[in-house]
């Protein structure tokens, strides 16, 4: 509805008093959302009355009143004088109701939960407004509906802390006020564009959402496959039920073969590959699992991890390290290209042992480092066996509070609980060493880094979680080569160096890197595709009920 509609409709009173006082009126948007065609107005200019100053007061009055349980809101107008940035006739205000109508209508494409901002009631609102007080509401309403979707898809919709308490990591929240500063004297397309992730992954998830939400508009992959194994040689509906469904995620390309053939196996090894196992070409229990996995609940993955691509909307740094835990990798990025990549072991699906997520800074690595053990784990673990024998756990050294070993032999471990122990626990450096030869230290409250260990044959397994929270590293000297490439011309040779002295040495990084440890079940490779995890500790499942909760949905999926 035009805005001359609106006045030959019984505004034009309030309208003229409005615009003679210098708070103009608003563009009313028509109901189609798609089109957000919002009304153009004419400003018109008259004498102020004292009548004049009391719509001012009034409108005034209004906002203050709308804001009143919001203090940013409310400071930023009084900093204003309550001038409208949303509700005037002038090209700018217009320009922000057309960019936010146009940036709300959009929120479904960034798995947001859309009910927040409640476009269509914005614009009954907008449609309905006939006097100065339904103006000032209107104001504050919108400016409401503009800061939610603003934080929501800048830095995420729900809150992380809340979720999981593994899920430590501190979001870079943006001052609310700023968004209504920035908005009032930015163009506020580009104010509205700027807000997602400016991230190659956050576009290509958003990518793959779109093209899962045409998969289940057209009925998904097609049947699954009943099986508990398939290998090269075999033949029948089984077989073609995973044919089909590798060519409908792509990985085939289209043949009416009924045989598992060199192919088929290449295209379970692609499937194998972009799902983070081992690929053998053979379609086991683990691959066909991941085969039945349907598109709803590949959204569901891609939307977890588009908002946790928001609770990372911050610089990563030039150089930083990589670790995603259910990747089981750790890589180091320079310039946003990986430069570096070796296998992980990560912490186990236990309470107190899941790794944590959160990002720090690595300021230096140990080599030849002594092994401190941590107390829930001398508590835990080492005090029962020293219980039962004192001469247990030998390759530990144990030290009272002041560092002074003590003798076994004197110490009646059965006084002691996991509450009551008094003492240290200690593996001095050597080539069995928990920790390896080698630790890379980013100091956090969570006492997490990334190191070396003598045991290799956990990174031959699939799934490499068995550590007690701390990130082990497959090839930890070449990650330490890499690291000291920056600031040593010949890093191998240095290291090695201090190495054979056997002595513990502390190596300062001269920059120090961002590490930044993740949890992506969905996540984009070097080629730019998609590809999907595991949960390994249900974090994502939790995500994705707060996100339901809080009212995102899947395109034509209930729940």
């Known amino acids: 509805m035009r805005w001359q509609q609106w006045l030959r409709r019984g505004g034009a009173a309030v309208a003229a008093l409005v ?13 189609n959302l798609a089109q957000s065609n919002l009304a153009q107005s004419n400003l018109a200019q008259s004498n102020l009355s004292q009548s004049d100053l009391s719509q001012v007061t009034a409108f005034r009055q209004a906002v203050a009143e709308a804001a009143a349980d919001d203090a940013d809101i409310a400071a930023f107008y009084r900093a204003t004088g309550y001038q409208p ?18 940036a709300l209508d959009q929120a479904p494409a960034h798995g947001l939960p859309v009910a927040r901002y409640d476009l269509p009631g914005l614009m009954a609102s907008m449609k309905a407004a006939r006097s100065i007080r339904d103006l000032g509401k209107l104001e504050v309403r919108i400016a409401r509906a503009f800061l939610q979707y603003a934080r929501d898809v800048q830095t995420g919709a729900v809150i992380p802390s809340r979720i999981d308490p593994g899920i430590v990591r501190e979001v870079p929240y943006r001052d609310r006020a700023s968004y209504l500063r920035l908005i009032a004297s930015e163009d506020p397309f580009d104010v509205f564009a700027a807000l997602p992730p400016e991230t ?70 692609s499937f194998q590959l972009a799902h983070g196992l081992e690929p053998d070409g053979v379609a086991g229990e683990s691959t066909i699992a991941e085969v039945n996995v349907d598109p709803e609940a590949r959204m569901r993955s891609i939307i977890v991890a588009m908002e946790r691509e928001r609770w990372l909307n911050r610089e990563r740094g030039e150089r930083h390290i990589l670790v995603n835990l259910v990747d089981f990798h750790a890589r180091i990025i320079d310039n946003g290209h990986e430069t570096f990549r070796t296998r992980s072991v990560v912490g186990k699906n236990v309470p107190d042992q899941r790794t944590p997520e959160f990002s720090d800074v690595m300021e230096h690595m140990v080599i030849n480092p002594s092994w401190f053990v941590p107390r829930s784990i001398a508590t835990k673990e080492y005090l029962p066996k020293l219980r039962n024998n004192p001469d247990a756990v030998r390759h530990l050294i144990i030290t009272d509070s002041r560092g002074r070993q003590i003798d076994r032999s004197q110490v009646d471990f059965s006084n002691y609980t996991t509450r009551n122990f008094p003492y240290s626990m200690r593996q001095p450096p050597g080539n069995s060493n928990a920790l390896g030869l080698v630790k890379f230290m980013f100091p956090n409250k969570y006492n997490i880094y990334l190191h070396d260990t003598p045991h290799k044959s956990l990174f031959a397994h699939e799934t490499r979680a068995y550590s007690h929270g701390c990130i082990r590293l497959a090839d930890p000297f070449d990650f330490a080569y890499a690291l000291l490439a920056a600031q040593e011309a010949d890093p191998e040779g240095y290291f090695q160096s201090v190495l054979r002295t056997g002595r513990e040495t502390t190596v300062l990084l001269e920059k120090p890197v961002p590490v930044h440890l993740i949890y992506r079940t969905a996540l984009t490779n070097e080629k730019g595709r998609i590809e999907y995890r595991r949960d390994i500790y249900g974090r994502d499942a939790k995500i994705w009920e707060a996100l339901r909760d809080a009212g995102v949905v899947l395109p034509g999926v209930q729940g």
Not at 19 to 31: D, E, F, H, T
Not at 85 to 102: E, K, M, N, Q
Not at 234 to 249: E, K, Y
């Open 200 to 269: 190659v992954e956050y576009r290509a998830l958003m990518a793959q959402k779109m093209r899962l939400e045409q998969t289940i508009a057209e009925g998904g992959w097609g049947p699954s496959v009943a099986a508990s194994k398939l290998k090269p040689g075999d033949s029948g509906p089984q077989v073609v039920a995973l044919r089909n469904r590798l060519i409908a995620m792509g990985f085939l390309p289209r043949n009416a073969r009924m045989d598992y053939d060199l192919a088929l196996q290449a295209a379970v090894q």
């Open 19 to 31: 615009w003679a006082a210098g708070v103009p009126q608003p563009g009313l948007a028509q109901s």
């Open 85 to 102: 940035i949303w509700t005037g006739g002038d090209a700018d205000d217009l320009d922000r109701r057309r960019a936010l109508v146009a």
